[in-house]
């Protein structure tokens, strides 16, 4: 398995621009997690799926920010408008049942300018 | 105060020293994670407990769920295990119980 591939590695994009960062779980997990990390916050988990449904989206910053999966092999997070403070390395990481280890793709590095 | 404290927050070793990651917390909790992160890189997970003691390979964790605290040993420390380790917890209350909290990371640092 080529593992959870997260796209694109980097996105540069300017200020009010709409952006979509997309990751593709391992086949046959069913829970897939979005995670943000910052220098000054660290790691915070935005917001997670179950067999593709949303269970807690309370990390969720607001409203700019939305997720979606329609199915089991593929998410989306969304953030429109993008502002500075959204610059970050966004992380998807999936699991098998949450009660094995959780396998993480390599990052979105995101800077809005 | 932060649920999930590490420490230390850096540390700096020569290359064959054993090395002792801390991690305590506050809440209840069903499962503890140890991440690696090099610098740049994605995240790996290490290992994931509930209760008493894991190994693979040079590192190996350990939790005590009655003191709140769990520690990540390497045994033989190698330049290449330089990177910023993070413990994460899985909290036992009520809600959303598959929400990973983390602590802040310690950065290691293996001289040659």
């Known amino acids: 398995d080529a593992g959870v591939i997260q796209s694109p590695r980097h996105e540069v994009t300017e200020m009010g621009q709409e952006v979509t960062l997309r990751c593709k779980p391992i086949s046959g997990h069913d829970y897939l997690f979005w995670y943000r990390q910052t220098m000054m916050r660290g790691l915070e988990l935005l917001i997670y799926?179950?067999?593709?449904?949303?269970?807690?989206d309370s990390g969720m910053p607001e409203d700019r920010f939305s997720a979606k999966m329609p199915n089991a092999s593929f998410s989306t997070l969304k953030i429109q408008p993008s502002e500075p403070r959204d610059s970050a390395v966004y992380f998807c990481a999936s699991s098998f049942f949450a009660t094995y280890g959780y396998t993480f793709g390599s990052g979105t590095r995101l800077t809005v300018v | 105060k932060n649920e999930v404290e590490q420490s230390p927050q850096n540390l700096t070793a020569q290359e064959g020293e054993f090395i002792t990651i801390n991690c305590s917390y506050s809440v209840g909790i069903s499962a503890l994670h140890w991440l690696q992160q090099h610098p740049g890189g994605g995240i790996v997970s290490l290992f994931m407990?509930?209760?008493g003691k894991k190994k693979h390979g040079r590192l190996i964790a350990t939790i005590n769920i009655q003191e709140k605290h769990s520690s990540l040993h390497i045994t033989a420390s190698h330049p290449r295990d330089s990177a910023v380790y993070i413990c994460?917890?899985?909290?036992?209350?009520?809600?959303?119980?598959?929400?990973?909290?983390f602590g802040k990371g310690t950065l290691l640092t293996v001289n040659p």
């Open positions: 407990l509930s209760s």
């Open positions: 994460a917890v899985r909290s036992n209350s009520g809600g959303s119980n598959y929400k990973l909290t």
């Open positions: 799926f179950n067999n593709n449904v949303p269970i807690d």
